[in-house]
């Protein structure tokens, strides 16, 4: 039976809005700006879907088919620009001309050169509580590179219009990549991600045989093929020729209009648990990993260990049994190295999957606590986690003197 699928503008949009709350507790959660519109006028969503949805249920053929179909709208235009074929040796090069090239002196040690990469939309927020927000995880992201000794690129430029939103990513890191051969990793992190462990540093010698990491687990995604069995809103990838043709690879999917489409209805064929939104970067990693492996998943480490991402949902109420219990550097469960608020929407005000005032409270919550970690080397604290008030530092076995400082 032929299924016909007639979605208005606000269906669309209660579906996208419903995805980002499908994140399991334990498991990555997809990037948070999943549940922006697509860039389609009705009809053009609708005739598309209607076409996929047509062909899918009328043929008999298998999946292997149904996806051949799919991919067909998709691979058939290079987004990235021009391709780079010999990046390795280039590196090579530049490295024998600059002899400290990929490493730098830190504490007495050589350490190699990380990048962190954020940004967010070149125009105000909707509210200016929400350009406040995005300050303050700035401000967060430069206090943690500070302590660490990492380089830090914050972009706002729209690099390539048909690469938008979450996709924007991709354009960015690549042209990074060839801009800075001197670099080893960069590091992306979403602009609504918070560093709250600012002692815990990265072991960066363990990945030393990968090119890429991402926090996520190795059933959830191979054997499960669980579209969050893995998050792209916190990850390393190495400078390298490997790198440049993944990201080759991947940027097909988010190109904008029905190749985004078309990438939504291939993933809801292929991963489990996805609903046919238009194609995000998140799922479209899981499906190039699976179904590309051979070629990707080798040099792919899914990090578990500690929490390169964390579901704010699941830490944020903890923060007071943290500071009571343990101290930072453990960057787990314990004392989480990010806390990542997926759905929420700091910039769009209540376009998020969760409502404004608690996304900010908890925020709020997040970078005192981070916040603490910075502030009493200088001998001050926040006096709790709600308040932007701070305090002269005292043992708390004294618990005397506590002067405030700020109001």
Known sequence: MVLRVHLSVCLFVIVLMFSGMLGLER???????????VQLTATEFEEMVELTATELEESAWDDTSRTSLLERDILNVHTLGERVSDWDDQRVAYAAKNVNSGSRHFDGKRRVNVML???SQPMPCDKPKGDFFILKTLKNKVDYCSLHSIDIFYNMAQLNTRMQKFWSKLPLLHTLMLSHPDVEWFWWMDSDAFFTDMKFE????????????????????????NWVG????????????WSLDLLDAWAPYG?????????????????????AFEGDDQSALVYLLISQRQKWAEKTFLEST??????????????EKMMERYHPGLGDERWPFVTH?????????NYGSYPMDRCAKQMERAFNFADNQVLQTYGYVHPNLSTHSVEVDTPKATNVGREKVRG
């Open 306 to 319: 500690y929490f390169l991402h964390g579901y704010w949902v699941i830490l944020v109420d903890d923060f």
């Open 255 to 275: 190109q904008s209009g029905k190749a985004q489409v078309a990438a939504g209805r291939l993933f809801a064929n292929y991963l489990h648990g996805r609903l």
């Open 230 to 241: 893995l998050n792209t809103g916190s990850f390393l990838i190495r400078n390298c020729q």
């Open 341 to 349: 608020f997926v759905g929420c929407k700091p910039c769009h005000g």
């Open 27 to 37: 498991r990555g959660t997809k990037d948070p700006d999943l549940e922006e519109t």
């Open 202 to 225: 990265l072991p960066i010698e363990k990945y030393a045989n990968y090119n890429m990491v991402v926090h996520g687990w190795y059933k959830d995604v191979y054997e499960d093929k």
């Open 117 to 119: 990469v954020s940004g």
